[in-house]
């Protein structure tokens, strides 16, 4: 079996609703196990409180020693000024070992996000890439096969770098279909091709 997983941040859930369509996209490949697991939170309980984030949580926190055990990592992060999420950037900030021992060179990896308004929409799938660069990983975006994202009747978010949604200025607008149907498409994509590099 090639193994997958889904590894994300989310502080208000949005990103999580996206990792589930993913790792459900993953896990429509025959042959394919996959895995959704969050980053851990840096934030204290009470600051997240009292923003009205989230802090409960049913999907468990990953590990960095464990990375090296997946054929492919589809990553998942909010932005934060055109950039990943500051916990995604303390976990990749301890592959350090990894990076050293080449543990995660030839694996696939592929980046997925939201936005309140599409002000980051991409830039912050691009400037994840280095990082999955310097470890070695073979990047993947979301193709134009992705008939979604030549649908521009309504607003969205993704792009070919990777499925993306609007959250909205407030952050009470829910994925839609179209970016669900992107993130699915994504981990369809990803677990294809981690399947036949795994051979
Ligand atoms: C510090 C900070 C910076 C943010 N920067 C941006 C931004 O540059 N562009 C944007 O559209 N949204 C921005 N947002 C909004 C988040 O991206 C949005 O809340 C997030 O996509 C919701 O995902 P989540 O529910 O998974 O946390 C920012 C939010 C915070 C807290």
Request: zero cysteines.
């Given at each position: 079996m090639a193994k997958v997983l889904v590894l994300y941040y989310s502080m208000y859930g949005h990103i999580e609703t996206m990792a589930k369509s993913v790792a459900e996209g993953a896990a429509s490949v025959e042959g394919v196990e996959v895995t959704l697991k969050r980053v851990p939170e840096t934030m204290p309980r009470e600051a997240l409180e009292k923003i009205g984030a989230k802090v409960e949580h049913d999907v468990p926190e990953a590990t960095v020693a464990e990375l090296p055990d997946y054929d492919a990592i589809?990553?998942?992060?909010?932005?934060?000024?055109?950039?990943?999420?500051?916990?995604?950037?303390?976990?990749?900030?301890?592959?350090?070992?990894?990076?050293?021992?080449?543990?995660?060179?030839?694996?696939?990896?592929?980046?997925?996000?939201?936005?309140?308004?599409?002000?980051?929409?991409e830039t912050t799938i691009l400037t994840f890439w280095p990082t999955l660069a310097h470890q070695g990983m073979v990047i993947v975006g979301l193709p134009y096969a992705a008939q979604e994202l030549l649908d521009i009747s309504q607003p969205r978010g993704g792009s070919p770098l990777g499925a993306g949604m609007l959250a909205g200025p407030d952050g009470s607008r829910q994925a839609s279909e179209n970016e669900l149907g992107q993130a699915r498409f994504q981990g369809r994509h990803v677990a294809g091709i981690a399947k036949k590099l795994h051979g």
């Open positions: 589809i990553f998942g992060t909010p932005t934060r000024f055109g950039n990943m999420a500051g916990q995604m950037r303390t976990f990749l900030d301890q592959t350090g070992g990894h990076w050293l021992g080449g543990k995660l060179i030839g694996k696939v990896a592929s980046v997925f996000t939201s936005t309140a308004t599409g002000g980051g929409n």
